[in-house]
């Protein structure tokens, strides 16, 4: 009987299966949102990289975030907008791994920015004084490296079990993207092992940084406490509220689509909370930090005067 099996090379995700109409609806959304998320973390990485007062570890650092949002959003969107315009679409089981590592290498690696983030944002209450020292360039850049190193690696080892996995049944996957989790359910030879590997990596990519991101703003909390000023315990909280706010969200969307029991849960909320952490979680970290931050607020003014000048100078 297992002879009689075709293994499946080719899968077919099903998408949002709306009307045309609403197909197309969602396709110029998502379409002006990839365009905005794209433009919005291209800007930060330009002006972390041009304006000399956001030479810091903490504008270095969003800026890093930024290329993994880029990274993560055109992994999944262009895909997306395929799937939308031709109300389903087939992907190759290579092409299925691929975007699969692909999409946890850069959400690990952006748990591992956001954890180094919160122990900036700890030297930098808790040790002022020693923060430049600690926090040099040459150490930023070793953190940084190591977090897309580890990215890249802990991910390789259950991608390549899971491309050993044979897939013999219904070939059909009712998302809008290449998800571990429904590869898993449509496998016909043993998950065992993967599922292993996975509940392994998640100590690394969940666990680890979830704890440092804790420790880190408990210390946070208790330093700004205990300053004596209504005012500085505002200021001191400023600095690090707009990391906290996109740490929330982050976290807050991934937890609810791998932590919470999905138990009674349609597939549609099922791809509305997946949406939330791959195309919206990019989208407005770029806006966060904007809005949020007088520093890149001031160097949008500035990079927006001097195109002005130079508009103006090369028309005379």
Same mark, same amino acid.
């Given at each position: 009987?297992?002879?009689?099996?075709?293994?499946?090379?080719?899968?077919?995700?099903?998408?949002?299966?709306? =009307?045309?109409?609403?197909?197309?609806?969602?396709?110029?959304?998502?379409?002006?949102v990839y365009c905005v998320t794209i433009c919005g973390n291209?800007?930060?990485?330009?002006?972390?990289?041009?304006?000399?007062?956001?030479?810091?570890?903490?504008?270095?650092?969003?800026?890093?975030?930024?290329?993994?949002?880029?990274?993560?959003?055109?992994?999944?969107?262009?895909?997306?907008?395929?799937?939308?315009?031709?109300?389903?679409?087939?992907?190759?089981?290579?092409?299925?791994?691929?975007?699969?590592?692909?999409?946890?290498?850069?959400?690990?690696?952006?748990?591992?920015?956001l954890a180094l983030m919160s122990y900036d944002r700890y030297?930098?209450?808790?040790?002022?004084?020693?923060?430049?020292?600690?926090?040099?360039?040459?150490?930023?850049?070793?953190?940084?490296?190591?977090?897309?190193?580890?990215?890249?690696?802990?991910?390789?080892?259950?991608?390549?079990?899971? =491309?050993?996995?044979?897939?013999?049944?219904?070939?059909?996957?009712?998302?809008?993207?290449?998800?571990?989790?429904?590869?898993?359910?449509?496998?016909?030879?043993?998950?065992?092992?993967?599922?292993?590997?996975?509940?392994?990596?998640?100590?690394?990519?969940?666990?680890?940084?979830?704890?440092?991101?804790?420790?880190?703003?408990?210390?946070?909390?208790?330093?700004?406490?205990?300053?004596?000023?209504?005012?500085?315990?505002?200021?001191?909280?400023?600095?690090?509220?707009?990391?906290?706010?996109?740490?929330?969200?982050?976290?807050?969307?991934?937890?609810?689509?791998?932590?919470?029991?999905?138990?009674?849960?349609?597939?549609?909320?099922?791809?509305?909370?997946?949406?939330?952490?791959?195309?919206?979680?990019?989208?407005?970290?770029?806006?966060?930090?904007?809005?949020?931050?007088?520093?890149?607020?001031?160097?949008?003014?500035?990079?927006?005067?001097?195109?002005?000048?130079?508009?103006? =100078?090369?028309?005379?």
């Open positions: 009987q297992e002879n009689n099996l075709t293994k499946v090379t080719d899968f077919f995700l099903l998408g949002f299966q709306c =009307s045309k109409n609403g197909n197309f609806l969602l396709l110029c959304f998502f379409l002006v291209l800007l930060i990485i330009t002006l972390v990289s041009t304006s000399k007062t956001l030479h810091t570890p903490m504008y270095f650092f969003i800026s890093q975030l930024s290329i993994s949002d880029i990274l993560l959003t055109t992994d999944i969107v262009p895909n997306m907008l395929y799937i939308l315009l031709n109300n389903g679409g087939t992907i190759t089981f290579i092409g299925c791994i691929t975007q699969h590592y692909f999409f946890v290498t850069v959400e690990t690696s952006g748990c591992l920015l030297v930098a209450i808790c040790n002022p004084l020693r923060y430049t020292s600690i926090m040099t360039n040459e150490f930023c850049m070793k953190l940084v490296a190591i977090c897309w190193l580890l990215g890249f690696s802990i991910i390789l080892i259950h991608t390549i079990t899971a =491309s050993m996995m044979t897939f013999c049944g219904p070939n059909i996957i009712d998302h809008f993207f290449c998800d571990i989790l429904y590869l898993l359910d449509i496998a016909c030879s043993g998950t065992f092992i993967v599922l292993l590997e996975v509940n392994v990596a998640s100590i690394f990519i969940v666990i680890m940084p979830t704890t440092i991101i804790v420790v880190s703003y408990t210390y946070i909390i208790v330093v700004i406490l205990k300053i004596p000023s209504s005012t500085g315990r505002q200021k001191a909280f400023s600095t690090c509220s707009s990391h906290l706010i996109v740490v929330t969200i982050f976290y807050g969307t991934l937890f609810s689509v791998y932590a919470i029991p999905t138990t009674g849960q349609t597939s549609t909320m099922s791809k509305i909370l997946s949406l939330l952490y791959t195309v919206l979680t990019p989208l407005v970290n770029p806006i966060i930090y904007s809005l949020r931050n007088k520093d890149i607020g001031k160097a949008i003014q500035e990079t927006l005067r001097h195109t002005v000048c130079l508009l103006q =100078s090369s028309k005379k």
